[in-house]
């Protein structure tokens, strides 16, 4: 009994309870003590590989669990690049991520070609198998500019357009070179293959997009369902980009892009999508990538170093000269440069595959294997420096830069009638409230005080917490705040005043009784008795559905003092939601809002501006809106420079005519 407890214990590790619980220590300790080191916690994931791999102390094996979760890991990372790409900004600059992609792919390809052939003297199909190696990259540095948050920052997006390209690009090399060795290859395999590779990608590009839409409107609130559906599309695009002839990575990467609109970043699904895969699967691959690297080649004589040596300095030479190329071909700044430099200088698991293959192909010889490890070692190393201490500079220059109307504090009070609209209107609010804005929402429950107050905000306590516990697991992102007045009404005012609120967001149910005036005694007061910008909703489906935001502004809001904030808001929601606005319009007001929107560097949204001022002919836009639009209508207060008559007929008429579409009124702020 006592021998075989303490085989339990010989090395390397048997036990797989054992060697999970040996990782997870890892994953908490290596990084912590590497920060206090002055070293990025990443590196230290990677070196605590090398040390317990089986090419250091033996502690570890790298054996198929470990590849298993090295493998999500690596899909994990690729899937977070495509799900946090700034599509709009990538729209806008495809060309930019084109021509990288192209610059990261055809430089390094070129010196690693004219290097492994006159320098190493490798075989003309060995040195091209050798070369594609240099051109592609891991995003290792990622979870670091995750961590800084300027993932939507327009390097960034170069960087992860680049990558695909670039990747796909190599990974389509392996396939040709690997297939050339077959005897039997027939034209009729490359058209197989190109037709099986357009059919993945219109599956995952246009399937995806309108089954998950689908799900996620039939599970709202399910945020488990939700998540092992999201895992479960990763892993079965990762299956299907194989069974098509690429590498899974493409498949993770092409997930992301197909989920990017339908999960917005400030949602929970998002924040737990991100937990997890960097908490738990991110580091398992960083740890397994250490594991490949062997230290004692450097030991087995100068022939090694020589080879090592070479491919180390064509990899970065190649991937400097394009970063560099790219700098000074679109204007970018050193800094800038430091970062596509960083974050496309590291090569992990797209780089030994091709090696592995090639090896086990016999194209390429352990000399090559050899120098592959040495290099990803030092280029994780020195990729996740550079990216660090690039991307804290841009971090900061971001947070410097503060769009017009966004500047201050920003509070913002969520009045609750019921508690069935409380969920939505805090994840509305989450996706117009400003990024940099540090104070929490303010859910505002107002009690009468006759009939026990106390019994009923204890009551309302309980299902306040129960509905912040499904949008949000950070505590300081929402703070309830309860009131007894003795009204609603004067008890919104009240909070509006006291909590120097900037912003009200609140449920309409979009009915109107005959003894209603305008929209009812509460909302009336509310736009009467306060100056902030009030926006009232009603919402059909789930925001994270919403393709396209409808914005009627009437003639001359662009003189309302509130108008950069309105604008913002609405440019921030399309920004968090992944949607498109169309503003309609008079011709003066439109231009206004175009140049203003031009020069708000924060945001890159897609925008269409169209001319409407037939505000007679209303009801008529009920028929181009559809389930997955917002319809938003902003309306000057009474006495304002922008107000209307014909305001006054808007709310029956939505209630009329707009019924079952999702919809918003905002008043813009007066000071």
């Not at 479960?232 to 299907?240: I, R």
């Amino acid at each position: 009994m006592v021998l075989s407890s303490l085989s339990l214990f010989s090395l390397p590790i048997q036990d797989p309870v054992l060697v999970f619980a040996v990782i997870l220590l890892v994953i908490l300790f290596s990084p912590m003590l590497f920060n206090k080191m002055g070293i990025p916690g990443i590196l230290g994931l990677i070196l605590s590989g090398v040390l317990l791999g089986p090419h250091g102390l033996g502690v570890l094996e790298r054996d198929e669990s470990v590849v298993l979760f090295s493998t999500i890991g690596l899909l994990y990372i690729m899937f977070l690049a495509g799900l946090e790409m700034d599509m709009d900004d990538f729209r806008e600059n495809k060309n930019k991520s084109i021509v990288f992609g192209t610059l990261t792919f055809i430089i390094p390809l070129i010196l690693g070609f004219l290097g492994a052939h006159y320098i190493l003297g490798y075989s003309l199909l060995s040195s091209f198998l050798l070369a594609s190696m240099f051109s592609t990259h891991t995003l290792v540095a990622y979870p670091i500019i995750g961590r800084l948050g300027i993932t939507q920052h327009r390097t960034v997006t170069l960087i992860l357009g680049g990558t695909i390209i670039t990747d796909a690009a190599v990974l389509i090399i392996l396939a040709v070179v690997t297939n050339l060795q077959k005897p039997d290859l027939s034209p009729l395999f490359w058209v197989q293959f190109v037709a099986s590779l357009a059919v993945f990608v219109f599956v995952v590009l246009w399937g995806v997009p309108r089954i998950s839409r689908w799900f996620f409107r039939a599970l709202e609130g399910e945020g488990n369902a939700q998540y092992l559906f999201v895992l479960a599309v990763v892993f079965l695009s990762g299956f299907l980009a194989h069974v098509a002839g690429a590498e899974p990575i493409i498949g993770a990467f092409l997930a992301g892009l197909a989920l990017n609109q339908l999960i917005p970043k400030a949602s929970p699904l998002m924040h737990r999508t991100e937990f997890v895969g960097n908490t738990l699967f991110i580091p398992f691959f960083l740890i397994s990538v250490g594991m490949l690297v062997d230290v004692r080649v450097l030991l087995e004589g100068p022939e090694a170093l020589f080879v090592a040596a070479v491919i180390i300095v064509i990899s970065f030479a190649g991937k400097w000269l394009a970063a560099f190329c790219t700098q000074k071909i679109y204007g970018f700044d050193a800094d800038e440069r430091r970062l596509i430099f960083g974050m496309s200088s590291a090569h992990a698991a797209a780089t030994i595959a091709v090696v592995l293959i090639g090896y086990n192909l016999k194209i390429l010889d352990e000399r090559a294997l050899n120098g592959t490890i040495l290099l990803i070692l030092v280029s994780c190393l020195i990729s996740s420096i550079v990216a660090e201490k690039a991307g804290r500079k841009i971090a900061i220059a971001m947070a410097d830069k503060v769009p017009e109307g966004t500047e201050g504090d920003e509070r913002i009070l969520i009045p609750v009638d019921n508690m069935e609209h409380l969920k939505r209107l805090l994840d509305f609010s989450l996706l117009i409230k400003n990024p940099i804005a540090a104070e929490p929402l303010l859910p505002l429950v107002v009690v009468s005080e006759h009939h026990n107050p106390e019994d009923k905000i204890k009551l309302h306590q309980r299902d306040v917490a129960s509905v912040i516990h499904e949008v949000t697991e950070d505590p300081d992102v929402i703070r309830p705040v309860y009131r007894v007045d003795i009204n609603v009404g004067n008890g919104i005012i009240r909070a509006v005043r006291e909590l120097r609120i900037t912003e009200v967001v609140m449920a309409w149910n979009g009915k109107l009784s005959t003894r209603e005036w305008f929209w009812g005694s509460i909302l009336n007061r509310v736009v009467n008795h306060t100056t902030v910008q009030t926006i009232f909703c009603k919402f059909c489906e789930p925001l994270n559905t919403l393709q396209t935001i409808i914005v009627v502004v009437p003639k001359n809001s662009e003189r309302e003092a509130g108008f950069p904030y309105w604008v913002n808001t609405i440019l921030q929601l399309a920004k968090g939601a992944g949607a498109r606005i169309r503003i309609l319009g008079a011709k003066g007001t439109l231009q206004t809002l175009e140049t203003f929107v031009q020069n708000q560097d924060r945001y890159t949204v897609n925008i269409s501006y169209e001319l409407y001022e037939n505000w007679d002919d209303f009801p008529s836009l009920a028929k181009d809106i559809t389930k997955n639009d917002l319809f938003t209508v902003v309306l000057g207060r009474p006495h304002t420079v922008s107000y209307r008559p014909e305001f006054n007929v808007v709310p029956r008429y939505l209630s009329r005519y707009f019924q079952d579409v999702s919809y918003a009124i905002l008043y813009p702020e007066q000071k």
